[in-house]
């Protein structure tokens, strides 16, 4: 007992000079630092304090914003497959006779034309219809950071014609960086199917999973520097399909002409929440 009081006396005499000492040392310094707070002019010191509440505010305002959920969704697919009557009809109702070709990409901010008449706050859609031509497709990826999700629009009228074509583009879709990254969700939309010779979603399913299965082996052949920004699609030695993505495909029916939007609104409400 004896001995542990000696020890504690010895190390309370350790700890006050230990503190002492650092007084010392830190005396001079805070005096050189108050002699040159007091050499600074007073607007610069205000400049300084305004510059960092300035840059506070900004970090804050940033990480709010990043945490908000996208709400865009954006309308792809080849020209002529509906994807601007959709727009519209999503946007207003408003019924486009004949083909309607897009040059630039249609975009508006608004609640769908279905829920306008519904009580209660709803949460606007930034809908964005990209054009289908393949000079103009690098459009999309201006949007792709804010995509909540995306429309993959198919002519189930023309659809064997347009088969390769429309799959190319739904391959590139699908091994982006910035959709495989984001899990962005996509539904593959079968427009025209109010038309008795329209091919039904499960065809259509099955013909793009092949036909993106095809692109898969040959595209493989291609050096890994041309495909360095892309992601390996399936599952190598299965045949492909959409249940191995990395994010989720869906595959619904439609007619944009007369209406029949109700799988898109559906899908826009599941990613874009009121």
Not at 25 to 48: D, G, K, M, N, R
Not at 83 to 111: C, I, W
Not at 174 to 193: M, Q
């Amino acid at each position: 007992m004896e001995g542990f009081k000696e020890w504690k006396k010895q190390a309370e005499q350790w700890s006050s000079q230990a503190l002492q000492q650092w007084k010392k040392q830190a005396e001079p310094l805070w005096s050189q630092a108050h002699e040159y707070i007091q050499q600074v002019p007073p607007t610069q010191i205000y400049a300084a304090l305004a510059i960092l509440l300035v840059t506070s505010v900004l970090l804050l305002l940033g990480r709010l914003f990043k945490r908000q959920k996208a709400n865009t969704i954006l309308l792809s697919g080849l020209n002529g497959s509906g994807k601007t009557v959709l727009f519209y009809q999503l946007r207003d109702g408003s019924a486009h006779q004949g083909t309607v070709t897009s040059m630039e990409p249609n975009e508006g901010t608004f609640v769908l034309n279905s829920e306008k008449s519904k009580n209660g706050k709803l949460k606007p859609v930034h809908l964005v219809d990209v054009p289908g031509h393949s000079r103009l497709r690098p459009k999309l990826d201006e949007f792709l950071p804010q995509a909540a999700g995306i429309v993959f629009v198919v002519d189930a009228l023309e659809f064997l014609p347009n088969l390769r074509a429309a799959s190319e583009y739904l391959y590139d879709l699908l091994t982006k960086a910035s959709v495989v990254k984001k899990k962005i969700p996509i539904l593959i939309l079968c427009n025209k199917t109010d038309k008795v010779t329209a091919h039904s979603k499960e065809f259509i399913r099955k013909q793009l999973e092949k036909e993106i299965d095809k692109l898969r082996a040959s595209r493989s052949a291609i050096s890994t520097a041309d495909i360095a920004n892309d992601f390996t699609l399936g599952v190598l030695g299965e045949p492909f399909s959409f249940t191995q993505c990395q994010n989720k495909v869906a595959v619904a029916e439609g007619a944009g002409i007369i209406g029949e939007v109700a799988e898109v609104e559906r899908f826009i409400r599941d990613h874009v929440k009121s």
